[in-house]
């Protein structure tokens, strides 16, 4: 190859590199960039799992702004692992969208419905050119299109008996590391879930989405059980019962 030809192709290499950056970057790839609003309202108001929701109201214009972004994208041209953060945080924002329009006279999004609609019924989501429920970003995006059970600790639905909202996104690039630790605090929380001589007592959560947990509640938590919740179901010579508790509706907020 000729210095000419050489040449000739190199700039066509680096035409390529800075063609595929700029896809990517219109495609929204740079989640961090896309989230930045989100992790600051996140960090700022969500201490613990409990929710700011007057500071909030406060700084809804930011809320509103991240929304924007969030129905400016397309998450059809990310990876799996960002289409799933994706709409793990499309659905926690809207869900405090969907608080704060009642806000302050909410004390459960249960308020936010109506004779006619769940709060999750209502179309209030916008991405991508459509209008969805919460239902359907969680019940026919993400449980069917990811099959993966520990959704149910990454969506929150603002109430007390829910996994803790982080306080931070999800992002792809730390996805697994990000649903480990969520799915990890919630079976250790003896608030939501705990043993009582050979019953274990766990959130509804396990009830309705039991096709989801493979209708084996006891190998979720020994999975992901630590410390003397783990010691006591591996020390436990007779079978587990399993019985559910009551689901708290209270809002999640101080």
């Known amino acids: 190859m000729d210095g000419a030809m050489m040449q000739n192709t190199l ?5 390529g ?7 990517s970057k219109a495609a929204g790839i740079d989640a961090k960039d896309n989230n930045r609003l ?11 799992g409990v929710v700011g929701y007057q500071g909030l109201k406060a700084d809804e214009k930011k809320l509103d702004a991240y929304l924007d972004i969030l129905a400016s994208l397309d998450p059809e041209k990310f990876s799996r692992d960002d289409q799933f953060a994706f709409y793990v945080n499309a659905y926690n924002a809207w869900t405090i969208k969907l608080i704060l329009t009642g806000y302050p006279g909410v004390k459960s999004i249960k308020d936010m419905g109506t004779w006619f609609a769940s709060p999750w019924k209502k179309k ?8 969805l429920t919460l239902d359907d970003i969680e019940h026919n995006i993400l449980r069917p299109r990811f099959k993966d059970p520990r959704v149910h600790f990454a969506v929150n639905c603002a109430s007390k008996g829910c996994p803790k909202l982080m306080s931070e996104p999800y992002h792809g690039q730390i996805l697994n590391r ?4 969520a799915a990890r605090g919630f079976v250790n929380d003896p608030k939501k879930n705990y043993l009582d001589g050979d019953t274990l007592y766990v959130s509804s959560i396990f009830k309705w989405f039991a096709e989801d947990f493979d209708h084996d509640v006891l190998a979720f938590f020994s999975k992901y059980a630590s410390g003397e919740l783990k010691d006591q179901l591996s020390a436990g010579s007779r079978p587990v019962n399993i019985k559910y508790l009551d689901y708290d509706w209270s809002l999640n907020g101080r």
């Open 11 to 15: 700039i066509i290499i680096c035409l």
């Open 17 to 23: 590199v800075l063609m595929c950056a700029s896809v």
């Open 38 to 48: 989100y992790a600051e309202l996140l960090s700022t108001y969500v201490h613990k």
């Open 124 to 131: 209030i989501c916008r991405i991508n050119g459509k209008v």
């Open 178 to 181: 990000q649903l480990d630790d």
